[in-house]
Structure formats: C-alpha cells, structure tokens
C-alpha cells in the first residue's frame, strides 16, 4: 500500500519556524518528484513547492520563495519543508505530493497524496 505520510503541522507564532516532513513507503519514490501544496477552506489547492528527484532541482511558488525550503533524503525516504518567517496566511493544511516529474507538479497533475497536516500561524 502506497502511503505518503505528513508530519510537523503545529501551532506558530507569527515569524516563527516549522518543519514539515513526509516519509513515503509502498514503493519507491526515489525517481519522482514531491512536493508540497496547501489548502485553505472555500479554496483550491496550491501549489508551494517541489524537488526533482535527485534534489538537484527546485521551484516554489512566489508567496513562499525566499521562505521556505525543501529538500529530500532518498535514503530516508523522506522529504522536509523548512519554512520560516511564517505569515497568518501561511495557515492552511498542508499536503505532501509525489509526481513522475518536477514539471508536472505545479500544474497540480499529481498521482499520490498524503492525508495533510494542519499549520496554524497565530498569535
């Protein structure tokens, strides 16, 4: 059974930090892409960023770059989403994703989810 679970969500202040991690099992994902989206109530999931399969590639979307970071542990079969400087509108579930390529991730043409993890950016 193919799982991609998230882990990290939490309750942060304003400014502060938090890392998200998603180890995957049921296969091997070492030759995709994964990434990262985040879903509001009432919107659609966005996109917020990706790595390509070796790590040697990333791309984030403009409200998040310079902020958060991802990168991955093929060994650990693990990803990780640093983000910093966190905004209240940084607040959304956020969900782990796992496509064949980095190109496609953005366009939200993703073949494996995980369950997602609350982040809450309050004071």
């Known amino acids: 059974q193919v799982q991609l679970v998230e882990s990290g969500g939490g309750l942060v202040q304003p400014g502060g930090s938090l890392t998200l991690s998603c180890t995957t099992s049921?296969?091997?994902?070492?030759?995709?892409?994964v990434g990262w989206f985040r879903q509001t109530p009432g919107k659609e999931r966005e996109f917020v960023a990706g790595i390509g399969w070796n790590g040697a590639s990333t791309y984030y979307a403009d409200s998040v770059k310079g902020r958060f970071t991802i990168s991955r542990f093929n060994s650990r079969n693990t990803n990780y989403l640093q983000m910093t400087s966190l905004k209240p509108e940084d607040t959304a579930v956020y969900y782990c994703a796992a496509e064949e390529t980095l190109a496609s991730l953005p366009r939200g043409n993703v073949e494996y989810w995980g369950q997602g993890t609350q982040v809450t950016v309050s004071s």
């Open positions: 049921g296969r091997s994902f070492n030759y995709y892409a």
